[in-house]
């Protein structure tokens, strides 16, 4: 069993940053690819970023890529998302997920755990 918390989020205006974390517990932290996905009020969850155990590899939505970094610290069992230039389009809840694979997947049915969400809301 994981337990996942994401903090970080909040209101910030358009062209801002915010740094997402999500803190893992209980089974261990290491052999597990972690993912960041988000939803929209009145759309499907989606994926923006995801990161390998292995080699630490990274893939990210075409949406995202060039101003999200996806980063972890497995000593401290955390992974970040740092979210720079942001547009009103980016407004969502953002999930963090962990799946029993060390490969990062963009597939969001592959992952097994979800932490409960944080609200990023951007301004225009």
């Known amino acids: 069993q994981v337990q996942l918390v994401e903090s970080g989020g909040g209101l910030v205006q358009a062209g801002g940053s915010l740094r997402l974390s999500c803190a893992a517990s209980?089974?261990?932290?290491?052999?597990?690819?972690m993912g960041w996905f988000r939803q929209a009020p009145g759309k499907e969850r989606e994926f923006v970023a995801t990161?390998?155990?292995?080699?630490?590899?990274?893939f990210y939505a075409d949406s995202v890529k060039g101003r999200f970094t996806i980063s972890r610290d497995n000593a401290r069992n955390t992974v970040y998302l740092q979210m720079n230039s942001l547009k009103p389009e980016d407004t969502a809840v953002y999930y963090c997920?962990?799946?029993?694979?060390?490969?990062?997947?963009?597939?969001?049915?592959?992952?097994?755990?979800w932490g409960q969400g944080t609200q990023v809301t951007v301004s225009s």
């Open positions: 997920a962990a799946r029993l694979q060390r490969t990062a997947s963009m597939n969001r049915d592959e992952y097994t755990y």
């Open positions: 209980g089974r261990t932290f290491s052999n597990s690819a």
């Open positions: 990161i390998s155990w292995i080699d630490r590899a990274t």
